[in-house]
């Protein structure tokens, strides 16, 4: 049974910048595309990277080339660098896999951004 969690979270000034996890478990993360999500208080969860299990990547028209999406399958890791924030960043973030037909969910960090 796949399992994520996220860690790396936190408070930064506009500008500043984060590096979000996501550990893999259950199965070898070799075998798995992975998207990063996040969710603003009140608003609905938008995707914002995705990482093909060849390495090739996606981002929302949002990022603007602000963050990198990348993987580590020796460490079952993947990694949301954040560079730039903006307070519109602010969120809770999680990591997202599809696995025996259905989406599996970390339980989210959240990123605080303050002017």
């Known amino acids: 049974q796949v399992q994520l969690m996220e860690s790396g979270g936190g408070a930064v000034q506009a500008g500043g910048s984060l590096r979000l996890s996501c550990q893999f478990s259950?199965?070898?993360?070799?075998?798995?595309?992975m998207r990063w999500y996040r969710q603003a208080q009140g608003r609905k969860r938008e995707m914002v990277a995705a990482i093909t299990t060849g390495g090739s990547s996606d981002y929302a028209d949002f990022v603007e080339g602000r963050f990198t999406v990348s993987r580590d399958n020796a460490k079952d890791m993947v990694y949301l660098q954040m560079h730039n924030l903006r307070c519109g960043d602010a969120a809770v973030y999680s990591c997202?896999?599809?696995?025996?037909?259905?989406?599996?969910w970390g339980q989210g960090t959240q990123v605080t951004v303050s002017a």
């Open positions: 259950g199965i070898p993360l070799r075998l798995n595309g």
């Open positions: 997202a896999t599809v696995s025996n037909g259905g989406w599996v």
